[in-house]
Each structure stands twice: as C-alpha cells, then as structure tokens.
C-alpha cells in the first residue's frame, strides 16, 4: 500500500508572491518530512481589504513563474472555482476529497496562529489537518500555542529564517519607481511590469 504524499499547503494573496515565499518553502522541504508544497492562490481573503489586490489569474501565473524551477513546489487554484470569501476549511475539505492519496498540512504564519481561533470552524480543522507554524519575525523566541484549550491533533513550529520584505512593501516599490529587483524572481518583476500592475 502506498504512503500518503505528505503536502504542506501555504496559503496566500500572493500579491505579488515574492522570494521570501519560495525561500520559505524550500526551507520546510528541507527541514521536515513533507514531499510537496502547494502555493494555494486565494482570490479573497476574509481578513484583508481588496483594493490593491491583483486579478487572481496574474497572481497565479506570477506564482508559476516564480516556483518553475523546483517540481517539489506547485501551483494550486482550487479556490478560484469557490464561494467567495474563501474559508480555509471549505478548501481544506475540498481539496481532502479531490486528492485523497495526499496527507495535507497547513502552514501558516506566527501572525495567523495568534489569530487562530477567529478562524472560521478553527477547532474542526485544529482536529483533522496538521498545522505548521513558521515565524512572521525576528524575536528570538520559540513560538507558542495561544489558545490551550484549542484540539490541535498535530501542531509543530519551524524556525525559518526571514527575509525583510512584505508583499505591501514591493508594491510600494513598484508604484513608487523605486528597484524591487532583490525581492522578486525575475520573471515575475517582468511580468508585473508588462502588465502595468501595482503601478
């Protein structure tokens, strides 16, 4: 009988994605067990106001331009055919039932586990998908679990290293003329300047 493929799926806007993303993935492809990573696009995020957000299909592509080089690291849309907000555990459920040979794991940010239980049905996924949490700063202290009384069946935390830039600040960047070259592949520099975005 063959194992479950163990897939770490990291949601985002990814807008734009950027190396701090892919350096992270690669980082817990090599520092855990997981076969795969899924760059999961979401179109609309409860928690995040819209209007500097880029159409969905060129923040896909920029992630597929950005992600080309390693087949360990994929591209996933399944949230584009969904109701819009997307809730993490409709997809999670979604994507349980699409692929039921992969063992999913949900990394997120120290930010999101802070906020963890504002999460819609947070104790339904804390109870069925692993969860990996990775640092969203510097402070040289080990990552804790907010919410004691939360049913996580698996929570483990990465100590990744961080890169200094957010997706907010590349777009501050890019509309202020300014060089966003260090932070962006250069693929998806080019593709956003083809297409006039965050100007």
């Known amino acids: 009988m063959t194992s479950p493929l163990k ?3 990291f949601f985002g806007s990814f807008n734009p994605v950027h190396n701090g993303h892919t350096r992270l993935a690669e980082y817990i492809l090599t520092h855990t067990d997981m076969a795969e ?3 999961v696009v979401s179109p609309c995020n409860p928690f995040k106001v819209h209007a500097a957000l880029a159409p969905e299909e060129h923040r896909l592509n920029m992630v597929k331009l950005a992600i080309a080089s390693n087949a360990a690291i ?3 849309d ?3 055919n969904m109701p819009k907000p997307s809730y993490t555990i409709h997809t999670l459920q979604r994507i349980s039932a699409l692929y039921p040979q992969n063992h999913f794991t949900l990394i997120i940010g120290e930010d999101n586990l802070l906020a963890f239980d504002r999460w819609k049905d947070a104790r339904l996924i804390a109870q069925h998908y692993p969860v990996l949490v990775y640092p969203r700063q510097e402070s040289g202290e080990s990552i804790k679990a907010p ?3 939360m049913p996580f069946t698996d929570l483990q935390t990465i100590q990744a290293p961080l890169l200094p830039i957010s997706s907010t600040r590349i777009r501050q960047l890019i509309a202020q003329k300014k060089d ?3 932070w962006l592949h250069p693929d998806v520099l080019h593709y956003i300047y083809a297409h ?3 100007a």
């Open 78 to 80: 399944v949230e584009f």
């Open 7 to 9: 897939t770490g799926l």
């Open 196 to 198: 006039g975005l965050y």
């Open 147 to 149: 919410f004691p009384d």
């Open 74 to 76: 994929r591209a996933c």
């Open 180 to 182: 966003a070259s260090q």
């Open 37 to 39: 990573i899924w760059f």
